[in-house]
T-cell receptor, first 111, second 112 residues
Framework: GENVEQHPSTLSVQEGDSAVIKCTYS??????FPWYKQELGKGPQLIID?????GEKKDQRIAVTLNKTAKHFSLHITETQPEDSAVYFC??????????FGTGTRLQVFP | KAGVTQTPRYLIKTRGQQVTLSCSPI?????VSWYQQTPGQGLQFLFE???????NKGNFPGRFSGRQFSNSRSEMNVSTLELGDSALYLC???????????FGEGSWLTVV
């Protein structure tokens, strides 16, 4: 069935360093790949998304890359700050009908 | 512009009872979907509604049901609650096929 694997499950970085989270999806028909940030006690907040007709997208310190052949997509956060600390989820879907989520990455940024 | 609004935010129910959760989507959004989040199973899709019709359904028992009203507001109902139904229930909305999905803050359900 549909599946999204996400690694690593936890990631600790020093403030100012970069963080990379990787996801692999199983359904080759997936064409939409959002990333969400979830802080304690809150709902997931969309931080960036990419569609299958684009290989890379950037928004300030955040970028996402997509490799359709390998069915991989990654989140890159540069110049990390303590407020980036949260749980990050990747997801995949076909036409945004139903999101299949990864298992989450807990990012800790130490000052 | 207001985001996705869910009520109630927190509730405690007893095993065997039923619960109804409410969701108001972002203005203009006609698609509403529901997800269950637990530490063990993560984020799992429950169902999605568009223009009052259920378009997609996840792998949950029939005790989980939902509906959407003509103003796009949605409710989900869980009957005969079990301890394992304790979770954060998240509502999300979008303008429809191919559009970005935005989540609400969720309803925390505890079953005792």
């Amino acid at each position: 069935g549909e599946n999204v694997e996400q690694h690593p499950s936890t990631l600790s970085v020093q403030e100012g360093d970069s963080a990379v989270i990787k996801c692999t999806y199983s359904d080759s028909a997936s064409n939409y790949f959002p990333w969400y940030k979830q802080e304690l006690g809150k709902g997931p907040q969309l931080i960036i998304d990419i569609r299958s007709n684009v290989g890379e997208k950037k928004d300030q310190r955040i970028a996402v890359t997509l490799n359709k052949t390998a069915k991989h997509f990654s989140l890159h956060i540069t110049e990390t700050q303590p407020e980036d600390s949260a749980v990050y989820f990747c997801a995949a879907s076909k036409n945004t009908d139903k999101l299949i989520f990864g298992t989450g990455t807990r990012l800790q940024v130490f000052p | 512009k207001a985001g996705v609004t869910q009520t109630p935010r927190y509730l405690i129910k007893t095993r065997g009872q039923q619960v109804t959760l409410s969701c108001s989507p972002i203005s203009g959004h006609r698609s509403v979907s529901w997800y269950q989040q637990t530490p063990g199973q993560g984020l799992q899709f429950l169902f999605e509604y568009f223009s009052e019709t259920q378009r997609n359904k996840g792998n949950f028992p029939g005790r989980f049901s939902g509906r959407q009203f003509s103003n796009s507001r949605s409710e989900m109902n869980v009957s005969t609650l079990e301890l394992g139904d304790s979770a954060l229930y998240l509502c999300a909305s979008s303008a429809g096929h191919g559009n970005t999905i935005y989540f609400g803050e969720g309803s925390w359900l505890t079953v005792v």
